[in-house]
């Protein structure tokens, strides 16, 4: 059964999707929710995955409280009230 869940991305990604910073999304794994994420804006697919469709190293993405790449990676499941939260880091000297 899928699971509609709200998925907010950074204000990094925000400035991306012209300020939209949250969504409704389903799915029932972090791949599936992803992938309907850039049916939706799929501007950020780039930001996010590399060309091999991994996690872009630098793209943080918690399930609730749980950092996702230790949570099952792209094939963590999701639950009904799971939120996700795609960060970006940024860094600088």
Known sequence: MQH?????VSSVLGMI????????????SLREVLENLFRIEPRLRVHILD???ALRQHILIFLDDRDAR???????????TTTVTVLQAVSGG
């Open 17 to 28: 999707t012209d300020g939209r910073r949250g969504f409704e999304v389903e799915g029932t």
């Open 51 to 53: 060309d091999a469709g």
């Open 4 to 8: 509609v869940l709200e998925v907010r």
């Open 70 to 80: 230790w949570s099952g990676g792209l094939d963590a499941e999701t639950q009904e």
